[in-house]
């Protein structure tokens, strides 16, 4: 009942977007967040509308997370936008997906720039049409110089896939002898992987209230903290957003070796 009273008084409890961004910004940041962007197809359905209403509307809220996630310093989104399981969709709606980077791009190409975004890809682009990789290479290209976030779209990717062609190709070296099987680490493994270059995920977000990893990052994930949001893709906005960060920081980082009795 004094709630209001109370917090008038105080000015503690930041209230507006604008605060809680200043608080934030306090904290340590997540440096790499992955999202699993699901519920598009559910969206759609609630609105009777086709499911690639749904997709189309989830290409906007990639936009928004894009920026939001950029004004807030991570340093690299990962966005799981197609798996290799997703190919057994029917044929029509596979069809949309995949001409949704080239729609996305030529709306917001100009905008990643102006941001200083640097958009990567995840995943075998060998197997996707060529106007959808003819699509993001442009925009790979266009961006190769920013040193902003990194955008990094998993397309085409499943990451029990990518760590059998990180077997194979650590298998390789010790064929030929670059590499001992004694001297073969963790290290050498994520190595391997198409994330190389990347920092591990300290943060995976997934929306629309599954609670699965669907085979996406794996390895990678490791540590990372885990969000589960009942929230569909594409009404997942910045306050969601802000909420899951906040509880990222509130967390505790722990990594086993300290404070004894917890795991990871
Ligand atoms: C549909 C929700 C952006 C998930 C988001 C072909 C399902 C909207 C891209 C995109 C998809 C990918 C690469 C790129 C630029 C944009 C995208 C797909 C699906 C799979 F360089 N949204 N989006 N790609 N959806």
Known sequence: MFDKLLRKKTTAVPSTLKERLNVLKEKPMPTHVAIIMDGNGRWAKQRKLPRIAGHHEGMKTVRKTTLFASEIGIRVLTLYAFSTENWKRPKREIDFLMKLPGEFLSTYLPELVENNV???????????PAHTKDAIEKAMNATAHNDGMILNFAMNYGSRFEIA??????AQQVSDNTIELSSITEETISTALMTSHL????????????????NFMLWQLAYAELAFTEVLW?????????????????RNRRFGSLEGDEIK
Do not use: C, W
């Open 199 to 214: 920092p591990d995920p300290d943060l995976l977000i997934r929306t629309s209230g599954e609670v699965r990893l669907s």
């Open 234 to 250: 594409p009404d997942f906005n910045e306050e969601n957003m802000l909420n899951i960060v906040e509880d990222y920081q509130n």
């Open 118 to 128: 640097k958009v990567e890809m995840i995943g075998t682009a060998e197997l996707l």
């Open 165 to 170: 062609e990180a077997v194979k190709a650590v």
